[in-house]
């Protein structure tokens, strides 16, 4: 089967991985909505007594690095300024951004009531900064800064869809499908617009792929450290990266099974230019697998 541009795979997301012809394409999810509202979720259907408390440490993080939406699109159309086709895009991805935000939020301040989200928010925007006073790209090109977009929306629908199906309380399920969806999108979008900057800037498949495992090995760096520390840290807490980098890690690696990787892989391989579903994925799949694995069991050993 001959898959179309954004036809990537996923059989079984939380299943093993299997041989790649036995691979079906990739779909949204049944009931998936499109500019969904906060209205939309069944806030009366929470259940305190299904709330998983390491869960709930990485939603309160995860809530405020997507509430930080504006201040990613400020950077973007700073690269892009005269790009008015993909600025305008950007408006409305950020909206949505924003709102995966609110409703995570939301969600973790019923979960735990002493959670403030808004002091929580604060403390993580005053000590983590992007560059917002640059007009061209840190990957070098526009190109290559919409492949690491392309990576960063591939990590969020695989770890939105991870969530989903490791939670037990139905709100919080019920937000993580919503927002795994719109991640997928998002990556549609950024792929879609990446494909026209390649008619200008040519960046080659291993250029891609080597700006998407540079991106992907920046996942524990400050910023998802910095969250985990803003929105989970007792007071009078100082931050030290490798702490919060690693408590982060060893939750966030641990929600994951192979098809939720299995698929990320075949993301980023599609957004590199290389072959989706090939013995490539199958390699890269057991050696990411083997690979969080090791790095969630370390760092429990450790007190992570």
């Known amino acids: 089967m001959k898959a179309g541009p954004f036809s990537l795979y996923d059989k079984d997301v939380s299943g093993p991985v299997g041989p790649a012809t036995q691979r079906t394409a990739l779909r949204l999810p049944a009931g ?29 993080a995860a809530a405020l690095v997507e509430h930080n939406g504006y ?33 995570l939020g939301r969600w973790a301040m019923m979960a735990d009531p002493t959670f403030n989200f808004d002091t929580a928010f604060k403390k993580f925007t005053d000590g983590y ?32 869809s991870a969530l989903r199906d490791a939670a037990g309380e139905p709100v919080l399920k019920q937000i993580c499908a919503y927002i795994a969806a719109d991640e997928l999108r998002h990556y549609k979008l950024f792929y879609t617009h990446m494909r026209r900057w390649l008619e200008r800037e040519h960046l080659g498949k ?56 299995q698929r990320g892989v075949a993301m980023v391989l599609k957004a590199a230019g290389l072959d989706a579903t090939g013995r490539l994925n199958d390699w890269l799949t057991r050696l990411a697998v083997g690979f969080m694995r090791w790095r969630s069991q370390r760092l429990a050993r450790a007190g992570a």
């Open 206 to 261: 291993w250029g891609r792929l080597r700006i998407g495992l540079a991106r992907i090995q920046e996942s524990e760096d400050d910023e998802l450290a910095y969250a985990y520390f803003a929105a989970n840290a007792p007071a009078g807490a100082v931050y030290e990266r490798s702490v919060y980098a690693g408590a982060y890690a060893r939750r966030a690696y641990a929600v994951y099974r192979p098809g939720h990787v």
């Open 129 to 160: 900064k992007l560059p917002l006073d640059v007009t061209t790209s840190v990957r070098g090109t526009r190109a290559g800064e919409l492949m690491a977009r392309c990576i960063v929306e591939t990590g969020t629908s695989s770890y939105y």
């Open 71 to 103: 201040e990613y699109a400020t950077y973007l159309k700073n690269v892009f300024g005269e790009d008015a086709e993909f600025t305008t895009a950007i408006d409305g991805w950020a909206r949505e951004e924003v709102q995966h935000g609110e409703a």
């Open 32 to 60: 998936f909505m499109k500019n969904w509202t906060l209205d939309d979720i069944a806030w009366d259907a929470f259940d305190r007594s299904k709330v998983d408390p390491e869960l709930l440490k990485l939603v309160k």
